[in-house]
């Protein structure tokens, strides 16, 4: 990538995450105050927050052009802020910040891609927020600056000495060679305020000056403040322990006698051998003490581009200083590679032929005490793995916002099990899914208008709803609309114009004619739109789902709404399975999906006119399949007396499924099918992958949700 200065190529991750992680909570913060019509003072100062410290990091890495947008829409929020009173109408400054964000979003998009990165020309958003800022002054009011990113002259006016009981001046000198010395002190004045009040810095232009950096080199950084609590102590230790500060000096303790000396490299103060990333920052502009909303602190947990992972022993040795840490997601992944091949090899080990008919009960007591450490190892890394699904949920607040704007629809999204933990890997491939489900839920699904919805006695706001749950093993994700529901009839004569029937239309039952919307090319609007009619959509949703390890389904009820299902696996890695036999093929079926394995005699089989063999259980029939005949595989075992049955449930599915023998329970490591299997929809069929046993051959898992369907 061009435009990175030398030297910041190990913290472009870091930036490219904090700024899409503070993009995001800046629409989060938009959406709520365009809902309630208003902007709170917490609302402003978390916005105008958001804004710097955006300003900031992009000014460290050196992206100008991010570093002047970021700059302007500060100076929407500074007006704001300014005068909150005085404002009549803002609505226009909602499409024009989000505009904004998008804009930032696609850039962050070109940084991390892999060619070659340059610069966006953003001159007429610029244009336009700066149109903005004068419609809200309307001609009267002061802009902060005339400069990318300063300050100057309201930070002059500030720089007074200061003095007075409490008050205390300490000079700050950063490890020779860190660069950048004025923005590490920037960030370090932001960190001293959230402790204490800055009454005064040295020197007072730290964004804007070229020469402050110099004058720090040589002078130090100087600050004076006052301890809210009147606990200086407290400041002087966040500064000692802050990252490339070699040493500091009290100069002035407000009339106190307390002087500190000054860590120096030597010391054995805890310095890490990386610069710090950029981090939150708090506006450097003369207002009387406002209240800064925080973000709340995220829980432990991977995160989209750097995930965190609870460290204690990281925490330890740094007494306290760090409870968590950054680790790059592939580092991750190839942990989680690792973790997988020690499970296979350890299966190898223990059930190596050659141990069989000998009694080794010392081997024994040490292979369970293995097991017992790879389980644990195991369910470690996947919990490292594991995220809520409340980052890609809450997005979707963005797309029913602007399309609701564009389409003239009174709509709103209801949002319920975000909490709910699947796969990293995972999380990042549903974004694009549940942006285009919700895109057709509210253009193909909800009515045209209100008076259409109150006619049918539906209320006149419409609701998209998204929810979340596990259910064995899997999670099911649903998105729901409450409008018009599938037309059967019109997307029959689609189809039949489009030449996909496969039979006759008298034939398809009303199942069969929604699942047809997720065919490729299918589109039932006439009129191309900024959102449909262009003959990609559905088929691709389905594809990336698949991707994943998901299937996607369609149930619709005419005039009441329409329903897409989506089923994914937990995790795509590894899986506690149960290995049965047929003839010389072995199928592993997850556990969470048997209820019971039992054996039958003859004479319990009942025989289904219209459903074959079935089998009744606790008061309940239930379909048997042969796994024989499902895959075409000869065997000598097809009377029911020789062979096993096993109860098998997904989604309120069940079916009995014949087998051979069982081997028994196996932690199995999923292995994908060859790319080149995939035009013979082998998952379709019912097997989800493969796996490698322990004595070397290959395993079939059975994917009992698709069998059941196919069934």
């Known amino acids: 990538m061009s435009k990175i200065e030398s030297g910041m190529e190990s913290m472009i991750d870091m930036y490219i995450f904090e700024t899409n992680t503070l993009l995001e909570q800046l629409d989060e913060i938009l959406l709520k105050t365009e809902e309630a019509q208003t902007f709170t003072e917490e609302d402003i100062n978390e916005i105008f927050r958001i804004m710097h410290t955006v300003k900031g990091s992009s000014a460290m890495m050196g992206f100008d052009e991010l570093q002047y947008l970021a700059h302007k829409g500060e100076e929407l929020f500074f007006i704001i802020r300014e005068k909150p009173d005085g404002l009549e109408d803002v609505s226009f400054i909602y499409d024009l910040v989000f505009r904004m964000s998008d804009l930032f979003k696609a850039e962050v998009e070109l940084i991390q891609g892999e060619e070659e990165y340059e610069a966006t020309d953003f001159s007429d958003v610029i244009k336009d927020l700066e149109k903005g800022a004068a419609m809200l002054t309307d001609g009267a009011h002061p802009s902060p600056t005339s400069e990318v990113g300063t300050y100057a002259d309201v930070e002059k006016e500030k720089a007074v000495a200061c003095s007075g009981e409490g008050v205390m001046t300490v000079r700050i000198f950063f490890q020779e060679g860190c660069k950048m010395e004025n923005l590490r002190s920037f960030m370090l004045l932001n960190k001293i305020r959230e402790e204490a009040d800055v009454k005064s810095f040295h020197p007072a232009d730290l964004e804007g000056d070229p020469n402050a950096s110099d004058v720090i080199i040589e002078e130090g950084f100087t600050v004076t403040f006052k301890s809210e609590h009147d606990d200086n102590d407290s400041v002087l230790k966040l500064i000692e322990n802050a990252i490339n500060v070699e040493s500091y000096e009290v100069m002035d303790s407000g009339g106190s006698e307390k002087s500190s000396a000054a860590p120096s490299a030597d010391d054995n103060v805890p310095v890490p051998a990386a610069p710090e990333p950029a981090a939150p920052v708090i506006e450097n502009v003369p207002v009387p003490a406002p209240v800064i909303a925080k973000a709340p602190a995220p829980e432990p947990a991977p995160a989209p581009v750097t995930p965190t992972a609870n460290t204690n022993q990281a925490a330890q040795l740094n007494s306290g200083k760090q409870s968590i840490i950054s680790v790059n997601l592939a580092k991750l992944d190839q942990l989680h590679d690792i973790v997988g091949e020690i499970i296979t090899t350890e299966s190898m080990v223990i059930s190596n032929p050659e141990l069989e008919g000998l009694k080794l009960e010392s081997f024994l007591k040490s292979a369970r005490e293995l097991k017992k450490l790879t389980d644990e190892l195991q369910d470690t890394v996947m919990s490292i793995r594991m995220v809520p699904l409340a980052g890609p949920f809450q997005k979707m607040n963005r797309i029913v916002r602007d399309m609701r704007m564009k389409l003239g629809k009174d709509a709103e999204l209801k949002i319920e099990g975000e909490n709910t933990e699947v796969d990293k890997t995972i999380v990042d491939s549903l974004n694009d899914p549940l942006m285009h489900l919700v895109r057709n839920c509210m253009d193909h699904g ?7 919805r109150v006619e049918k006695g539906k209320p006149a706001k419409a609701t998209v709803t998204l929810n979340a749950v596990s259910s064995s093993g899997e999670v099911i994700i649903t998105v729901s609309d409450d409008g018009k529901g599938i037309d059967c009839e019109k997307v029959l004569r689609k189809a039949s114009s489009n030449g996909l029937l496969m039979k006759p ?15 490729p090319g299918f589109s039932t609007n006439d009129v191309v739109t900024e959102f449909s009619g262009r003959g990609v959509g559905m088929d691709v949703v389905r594809d990336n789902i698949e991707k994943c390890g998901g299937t996607l389904t369609v149930e619709s009820k005419q005039g009441f709404g329409t329903t897409f299902i989506i089923k994914i696996p937990l995790t795509l890695a590894i899986i506690q399975g149960m290995e049965v036999k047929v ?17 039958v005699r003859n004479d319990e089989i009942i025989q289904d006119t219209q459903r074959g063999e079935m089998i009744m259980i606790r008061g309940e029939c239930y379909p048997i399949m042969r796994l024989h005949e499902k895959f075409a595989i000869p065997s000598e075992i097809t009377d029911f007396e020789d062979g096993i049955l096993l109860l098998v449930e997904t989604d309120g599915k069940s079916v009995c499924l014949f087998a051979d023998r069982l081997i028994g329970e196996q932690q199995v490591v999923v292995k994908p099918f060859p790319q080149y299997l995939s035009r013979y929809n082998i998952k379709g069929a019912g097997l989800s992958g493969c796996t490698i046993m322990g ?16 069934y």
């Open 505 to 519: 239309e008298s034939e398809y039952t009303e199942r069969e004619i929604q699942q047809m919307i997720l065919l």
């Open 583 to 599: 003839d010389d093929t072995v199928f592993a079926i997850p556990i969470s999906t048997i209820r019971q394995s039992f054996k």
């Open 695 to 710: 004595d070397g051959s290959i395993s079939l898992i059975i994917d009992v949700a698709n069998l059941i369907e196919a």
């Open 446 to 452: 909800i009515e045209n208008s209100v008076e259409e």
